[in-house]
């Protein structure tokens, strides 16, 4: 078989497991191939080795692009599986309020926060969305991220949610980072339901759902579930339409309140549960005993200064743990995923190992795409990085510092 690229002499690192997700200890035992090589032919991965030789069947000829990623690691194309990509406006004046110590759920009830953001989508065209969308997926691909999960929720009302997704479907068509898009049009209250929650929770099942559906704008539906914005009742109602509808759920979950919203999502079969800074020990027991993959945000904790989740006591109890940036106009305005497992290694001591199981095969798997995607095996799709390090174990380290040289997508060297 003809090569059209090949990697060679890195440290190439993946998942050594043949099971996805990835769960508890196993997360423990990464793949190491030093003087490691990857072999694409199209959009994949043909072979995966160590060493100077390649296996006689795999053919090199005068076409095929070499990269001697000698002095640096190969890894699966990173994957942020949770963001707020598409919105209006920003908020940075709010930032360096809750810097000053004010609360963020006093800011949002307050009509700040998340209607802000809402006010400002509205006002917003669509081709103002997919070109601020545009610039921050730049950002990100050049951090080494290659599949980005995108939510709606800045709209409330059928127009700008239908415009928020439909922002996402023009970015997908035009650029290599692939999206996934959820649904989240239960983010907060409208100002035009003021005082009738259950009439803007109807509108959601009987016109906006059906809608999404129809136009088939999303693959997942999501819910933030908190106290003051949607109760368990209440989210229970619009996951079960949603689920009828047929698409996959996903949900922000214990995030600034213990409400039992990862119980929901062992209960509804969900995809994951986000968050988790609050979750109940009967939360992390129901979780264990459901695929629902724990997507855990250390940006977010670090940014409203609020304490990170559990997630040494999730891995003890067994479960495939994922990272995300969050990326978002309010409670977490990053979209630095090397940030984000950094954060994860010192305040939810989780170690490198761990870490990288948790941005590629765990978050590939909570998008329903491990069978694809995260990480490097033969069949699978050329999604790589070369980091510009000489062990894994400095990428973590380097806080803040974006190492990455090299990012293939499908097969396709896409940066430099
Ligand atoms: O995931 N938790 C709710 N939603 C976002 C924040 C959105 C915002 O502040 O604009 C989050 O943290
Ligand atoms: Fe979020």
């Known amino acids: 078989m003809h090569i059209d690229l090949l990697i060679k002499n890195g440290q190439v690192i993946t998942a050594a497991q043949a099971e996805y997700p990835v769960r508890g200890k196993k997360m423990q035992d990464l793949e190491v191939i030093e003087q490691g090589w990857v072999a694409c032919a199209g959009k994949q991965i043909v072979g995966v080795g160590a060493g100077e030789v390649l296996p006689p069947d795999l053919e090199i000829t005068e076409s095929t692009q070499v990269i001697d990623a000698a002095g640096q690691v190969v890894t699966p194309g990173l994957v ?98 692939e999206l ?36 088939d704008l999303a693959e997942y539906v999501d819910v933030f579930t908190e106290k003051g914005v949607f109760s368990v009742e209440q989210s229970r109602r619009i996951f079960q339409k949603a689920k009828e509808l047929g698409f996959k759920l996903r949900i922000h979950a214990d995030e600034m309140n213990t409400l039992g919203g990862a119980e929901l999502a062992a209960e509804m079969g969900m995809a994951s549960a986000d968050h988790l800074l609050m979750v109940s020990d009967q939360g992390i027991e129901a979780l264990g005993e459901s695929d629902a993959v724990p997507i855990l945000l250390p940006a977010t904790a670090f940014v409203l200064r609020k304490p990170y989740a559990p997630a040494r006591k999730m891995l003890d109890a067994g479960l495939p743990v994922a990272l995300a940036t969050d990326f978002n106009p309010g409670s977490c305005p990053t979209a630095n995923l090397g940030l984000v497992m950094s954060l994860a290694c010192l305040y939810m001591a989780m170690t490198p190992e761990e870490v990288f199981h948790a941005v590629t095969i765990n978050a590939a798997h909570s998008l329903g795409r491990s069978d694809r995607l995260g990480s490097i095996e033969t069949g699978k799709q050329a999604d790589l990085v070369i980091f510009d390090v000489d062990t894994y174990k400095k990428i973590p380290y380097f806080v803040g510092v974006n190492l990455v040289e090299t990012v293939i997508k499908a097969g396709q060297v896409i940066q430099p």
């Not at 003021?194 to 559906?213: A, C, H, I, S």
């Open 80 to 177: 942020d599986p949770h963001t707020h990509l598409i919105f209006g406006g920003t908020r940075e004046d709010e930032f360096y309020l809750r810097a000053q110590g004010a609360d963020y759920m006093e800011i949002m009830e307050a009509g700040g926060g998340i209607a802000s953001s809402v006010r400002a989508t509205r006002a917003a065209s669509l081709a103002e969305l997919a070109a601020s969308g545009r610039k921050r997926l730049k950002w990100m691909l050049s951090m080494g991220v290659t599949t980005v999960e995108c939510k709606s929720g800045y709209g409330l009302d059928l127009e700008t949610e239908l415009k928020q997704l439909e922002a996402v479907r023009i970015l997908r068509q035009e650029q290599p980072v």
């Open 180 to 215: 996934v898009s959820t649904f989240l049009g239960a983010h907060a209250w409208p100002a035009e339901y003021q005082g009738d929650q259950e009439g803007y929770v109807d509108f959601l099942l009987n016109t906006v759902l059906p809608r999404v559906k129809e136009a």
